[in-house]
């Protein structure tokens, strides 16, 4: 099992940049593939981010493609995404969850088994 936490959310304006964080516990998390995510009020959760276990592989929604970067630290138990000209579109509870096939980078929110709580993220115009 895994316990996720993400960190890093806040209030910036457009054009800035975040860097969100996803601590896992668990000593098994180096296996997992882990997505971002993030639901707008009033619309569906959807896909943003997702890397493989190695971090070899990476998949991106269209809409952050070139802006968004997402990386992760094994040794750290931890996850990154880096965030760079926000803009309000991108106003967003973000949430990491990880996938037990550790080779996937799929962005079916259903393949992934363990969520974390959610961090805020709110950009102004």
């Known amino acids: 099992q895994v316990q996720l936490v993400e960190s890093g959310g806040g209030l910036v304006q457009a054009g800035d940049s975040l860097r969100l964080a996803c601590a896992a516990s668990?000593?098994?998390?180096?296996?997992?593939?882990i997505g971002w995510f993030r639901q707008a009020p009033g619309k569906e959760r959807e896909f943003v981010a997702a890397?493989?276990?190695?971090?070899?592989?990476?998949n991106y929604a269209d809409s952050v493609k070139g802006r968004f970067t997402i990386s992760r630290d094994n040794t750290k138990n931890a996850v990154y995404l880096q965030m760079n000209t926000l803009n309000p579109e991108d106003t967003a509870v973000y949430y990491c969850?990880?996938?037990?096939?550790?080779?996937?980078?799929?962005?079916?929110?259903?393949?992934?088994?363990?969520w974390g709580q959610g961090t805020q993220v709110t950009v102004s115009s």
């Open positions: 890397i493989n276990w190695t971090g070899s592989t990476t």
């Open positions: 969850a990880a996938n037990s096939a550790g080779y996937s980078v799929t962005s079916s929110l259903r393949s992934y088994n363990y």
């Open positions: 668990g000593r098994t998390f180096s296996r997992y593939s």
